[in-house]
């Protein structure tokens, strides 16, 4: 165990891959997403997944705007949602039992139905007559967004380098180069903070990679350490001497997927954020249109936070934004900069409110997120990655701008 200098602390935080049970089923259910608004942007969807043995489930609400729903259609819909789980199961890499799924052959089911209509009513704006004609939320709720300058991707140190780690492995597995390989993986960094909080040494790092049967433990740990773990964590010059290597510390992860645990929709909401540092409302994301700001409204408070950091306001800031449901606009706007604010938190605050625009409308149409663009969000984080809009920091100048 680390015995810290003073003022020194531990953080850590996990990641998973994209053939952890868990997210299979994110990843099915934003595909599903993806596929209603590639028919109709205004689509209302709530889509989950479940995953066990031999398995595949999809249920939820969904809810037209534009389009008839007739007998035809839905035999033409369900067909589809069926091949699209399927398919996502296949890419993953789960292709047969032995690997914890067969995608194309397990058993599958569609419980998916229509939306209720009064929660219809209150996002499309014919719920209360003062709200009559404004898009309100999707649900009551708070959401927050993060943001710190300790990464480039202005993400907490901990998660990033978990997900990164995974990627790597992710690449190596899809090219072939680590045939060994199988889709469910798992990891966790450990990074010692210094008294002024920036990240001085990673103490701990652990990853736990499903395995062919006929790879021995030694060749799995030496792989993993060398060709996936130091590629990634050596540039960063934290890791040191000392730091300690936690490799499939079951001694074997042959058994996994779907098959070695059941995987559901929503359950990885730390890894999805910021890996516990800062807070989280309790909302997941996947399979979720952007009328739910459980979503959208997280996505918005990363925007908001990352642009207040990378504009100089902040070494740290955290966003909190708040709904009632069929409200259009929001009940509460909060911004917490941990004393590391280059200006007054009022006037921090007074910018963000005169720049984003925080209504469920405003925050669809400024980010665009009416577009089938969710799938790619549902695995190694929604955040820190770049080409999603939420992750651009176009509203630094109008920020700075505001304060004066």
């Given amino acids: 165990m680390s015995i810290l200098s003073n003022n020194h602390y531990l953080f850590t935080s996990e990641s998973v891959g994209e053939g952890h049970p868990d997210k299979l089923c994110d990843q099915v259910s934003d595909a599903v997403l993806d596929y209603c608004l590639s028919l109709d942007p205004d ?7 479940f995953s066990t ?23 033409k819909f369900n067909a589809q949602v069926e091949k699209i789980a399927r398919g996502v199961a296949l890419d993953i890499g789960y292709n047969a039992p032995e690997v914890g799924l067969d995608g194309a052959n397990c058993i599958f089911m569609n419980r998916l139905h229509a939306q209720s209509a009064d929660i219809n009513q209150g996002v499309v704006g014919t719920g209360l007559a003062e709200y009559e004609g404004q898009q309100g939320a999707g649900d009551q709720g708070m959401m927050f967004g993060y943001a710190c300058n300790e990464t480039p991707s202005f993400m907490p140190a901990p998660v990033y380098y978990s997900h990164q780690i995974l990627l790597k492995a992710h690449e190596l597995r899809h090219s072939g180069k680590i045939a060994w390989l199988r889709p469910d993986a798992k990891s966790q960094v450990t990074v010692e903070y210094d008294e002024i909080n920036k990240p001085c040494r990673i103490d701990t790092v652990v990853v736990s990679h499903q395995h062919n049967p006929d790879v021995d433990y030694d060749t799995i740990k030496k792989t993993i350490i060398e060709e996936i773990i130091k590629p990634v964590l050596e540039p960063t010059g934290l890791l040191k001497d000392d730091t ?66 990378a504009a100089g306001l902040a070494d740290r800031a955290e966003v909190e934004l708040a709904y009632a449901i069929g409200v259009p606009f929001p009940v509460s706007i909060m911004v917490e900069t941990f004393g590391t604010e280059k200006a007054p938190r009022n006037k921090i605050e007074a910018a963000v409110e005169k720049v984003f625009d925080c209504t469920p409308a405003g925050i669809i149409k400024t980010l665009n997120l009416k577009q089938p663009i969710y799938r790619k969000t549902a695995s190694y984080g929604h955040f820190g990655r770049e080409g999603f809009p939420w992750e651009q920091t176009d509203k630094v100048s ?5 304060l004066n």
């Avoid at 058994?255 to 910021?274: A, C």
């Avoid at 997941?284 to 959208?296: E, L, N, T, Y």
């Avoid at 109008?398 to 505001?402: D, I, P, R, S, V």
Wanted: net charge positive; glycine share 16%; hydrophobic share 35%.
């Fill in 244 to 309: 300690k290597y936690f490799i499939n510390p079951t001694g074997k992860f042959v058994t996994g997927g779907p098959d070695g645990d059941s995987g559901l929709t929503g359950r990885k909401i730390i890894v999805d954020t910021y890996g516990g540092m800062g807070r989280h409302g309790g909302g997941a994301f996947s399979g979720k249109d952007p009328s739910k700001v459980d979503r959208s409204a997280a996505y918005m408070a990363r925007y908001i936070a990352k642009n207040v950091v």
């Fill in 53 to 75: 043995t031999d398995f595949l489930l999809v249920g939820g609400e969904i809810g037209f705007q534009n389009i008839k729903v007739d007998a035809e259609f839905t035999k």
């Fill in 43 to 49: 689509a209302h969807v709530a889509c989950e997944s």
């Fill in 398 to 402: 109008e920020l700075k701008a505001a």
